[in-house]
């Protein structure tokens, strides 16, 4: 894919529009500085602003911040920069993300901008799978979505590959960040490691990953649509423990009776509306029949 055909996928799915604010995150990366680039594209250069944090971590920190500010200068977008200072101990991923995203936080309130993030696809698979490593929550199989409030990430549907192609069609040169090949941390090990073990397994199992996650939002997306509606007016649900394919049936599910008691026989279990409440319970009957109980 094009850097042109990039560019339209990006602005065809609105999360970057035509003078709409936007704080891009920006480590002078191939993946942020692709992103800042499709910015100042799609919403224009006066809409655009960048934030670098310079967390002293690495000896190359301040060569980082000169290229961000080279970039800034020739796209023609403000850039802010900040210094933190470094804890003397904790977990130093943790604190740098919430430098990152703190100061962010105050531009976008100032400017009532997005934030844009440049997670790829390729950082969704890492997410996922260090995810289900250490996490028991099928939620945590969601990997990140697109827009979460004024979070944006507008290159989740493009590899790490697709955005350096960007890159270096478009002349933008880039920093590497040498930790991002060591396996000092978690990320690094996943990277180097478990995805390229589940490639070896199958040739599909990257793109089996992102499918899968992309089911699971779906899913979890009618579920809490679901809910939602159920809870209408209404100060409870009672609910057991739908088996998978439940999900499928939502539409069925919202459709059951307020009034009496209406029962819906789903896999594995039977839903059961009743005076405004909705509740699971396992069954051993046929699966797919229904049924109305008027009240006395």
């Known amino acids: ?71 800034c200068e020739r796209l023609e977008v403000g850039l802010e920069v900040r210094r933190p200072r470094r804890p003397e101990s904790g977990n130093l991923q943790a604190w740098a993300r919430d430098q990152r995203y703190g100061a962010a936080a105050q531009l976008s309130v100032g400017r009532e901008a997005d934030v844009a993030a440049g997670h790829t696809a390729t950082d969704q698979v890492e997410t996922i799978l260090y995810r289900l490593a250490s996490s028991p929550s099928r939620r945590a199989l969601f ?3 697109p827009r979460e409030g004024r979070l944006v990430r507008p290159l989740l549907g493009f ?42 397994v199958h040739p599909g199992a990257v793109a089996n990953v992102l499918a899968l996650a992309a089911v699971l939002r779906d899913e979890g997306a009618v579920l809490d649509a679901l809910v939602d509606e159920t809870l209408t007016g209404r100060e409870q649900i009672a609910a057991g423990g739908p088996a998978a394919g439940v999900a499928r049936r939502a539409e069925e599910v919202a459709e059951m009776s307020d009034q009496g008691t209406t029962m819906l026989d789903l896999p594995g279990v039977r839903a059961v509306a009743e005076r405004g ?3 699971f319970v396992r069954r051993t009957s046929e699966v797919g029949r229904r049924a109305t109980v008027t009240p006395p």
Do not use: F, K, Q
């Open 277 to 279: 409440m909705l509740r």
């Open 1 to 71: 894919m094009n850097a042109a055909a990039i560019a339209d996928r990006v602005r065809g799915e609105g999360l970057l529009a035509d003078s709409r604010p936007v704080v891009v995150l920006l480590s002078g990366g191939r993946d942020s500085t692709c992103l800042l680039d499709l910015a100042v594209r799609i919403a224009g250069a006066p809409a655009v602003e960048a934030l670098h944090v310079n967390y002293g971590l690495r000896d190359a920190a301040i060569a980082d911040e000169r290229h961000c500010a080279e970039l």
């Open 143 to 145: 990997g990140m979505s």
């Open 159 to 200: 590899t790490r590959e697709e955005t350096a192609a960007y890159c270096r069609e478009r002349g933008l040169g880039w920093v590497e960040d040498e930790t991002n090949a060591t396996d000092a941390y978690a990320r690094g090990r996943v990277r180097a490691g478990l995805v390229p073990a589940l490639s070896a």
